[in-house]
């Protein structure tokens, strides 16, 4: 089934229940929604309020209140160096394979919106090139295979 068709079945379906204006029932639209594209949209949203007879605020409270509703499609942030000692230890490659698996665009986003890569041009720990931090964490002494490998670990790859 199209998106779409998906989007509109679920709206559909609310519509029709006498409790759509309920906490409960409202994020209960919201994740099956949220199921569909992998994160809630503006205009996901403004339907979810529109079919519950809610304001788009209320929608909002209840996104920032239930942690499994999000946002943004965003699952792993990378924070890759591009300094010169890191550099001269194939930061580059490195940066150049992740940039290449998981289809960076150029504000940074993998081709599915799971995975941000951010650069910095020194992370300050230097002696330990090649350094990344994934998702908060430090790691150090980088190959391009072994940074590679790591990053495949963590962030995985949706299945198309
Ligand atoms: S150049 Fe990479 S940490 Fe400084």
């Avoid at 949209?41 to 409270?61: F, H, Q, R, W, Y």
């Avoid at 499994?68 to 300094?83: D, P, Y």
């Avoid at 910095?120 to 720990?125: G, I, N, V």
């Amino acid at each position: 089934m199209e998106e779409a068709d998906r989007i509109r079945e679920i709206l559909d379906y609310y519509r029709g229940q006498r409790d759509r204006s309920e906490q409960s029932t409202a994020v209960e639209m919201l994740r099956e929604l949220q199921e569909v594209r992998g994160f809630l949209t503006p205009e996901l949203k403004k339907a979810a309020a529109e079919t519950a007879g809610v304001s788009e605020k209320l929608i909002d409270i209840l996104v920032r209140r239930y942690p499994t509703l999000r946002e943004s499609a965003i699952e792993h942030e990378i924070l890759a160096c591009t300094g010169e000692r890191c550099g001269n230890r194939q930061g580059a490659e490195l940066l150049g394979a992740l940039r290449k698996e998981f289809g960076i665009g150029k504000d940074g986003l993998s081709s599915d919106g799971r995975v941000l890569l951010r650069t910095r041009c020194c992370l300050k720990r230097c002696r330990t090139a090649v350094n990344m931090d994934i998702d908060g964490t430090a790691y150090r002494g980088l190959t391009p295979e072994s940074g590679l490998k790591l990053v495949k670990e963590i962030c995985g790859k949706r299945k198309a």
